[in-house]
């Protein structure tokens, strides 16, 4: 069985930095699309930035050009890098994955969630 750990988060003030990392662990045989997920309390989960096997990132538009995302295919890893850090960032990040072909948002792999506060 695959699991997805996370690492990283905690509590930074306004336009810090900080980096959430996962690791695949388990008898892995693929790993497609990797990506991160946030929820802030009261509001639905929403995609952040996914990455392809290929490396190639997308992000949403509300992170663009301040988080990079970035995979190890080796090590299966995936690791999010969060600058200029807001306070709207604030929320559990969850690491997600697909075992197999298809796009982030059917996701079979999720990590425990990890916390994300900023304060203003």
């Known amino acids: 069985q695959v699991q997805l750990l996370e690492s990283g988060g905690g509590l930074v003030q306004a336009g810090g930095s900080l980096r959430l990392s996962c690791a695949a662990s388990?008898?892995?045989?693929?790993?497609?699309?990797m990506g991160w997920y946030r929820q802030a309390p009261g509001k639905q989960r929403d995609l952040v930035a996914w990455v392809t096997t290929g490396g190639m990132p997308h992000y949403s538009d509300s992170v663009k050009g301040r988080f990079f995302i970035s995979r190890d295919n080796i090590n299966n890893t995936v690791t999010l890098e969060m600058n200029s850090l807001k306070p709207e960032d604030t929320a559990v990040y969850y690491c997600?994955?697909?075992?197999?072909?298809?796009?982030?948002?059917?996701?079979?792999?999720w990590g425990q969630g990890t916390q994300v506060t900023v304060s203003s």
């Open positions: 997600a994955a697909n075992q197999g072909p298809g796009p982030i948002d059917r996701s079979d792999l």
């Open positions: 388990g008898i892995i045989f693929r790993i497609g699309v």
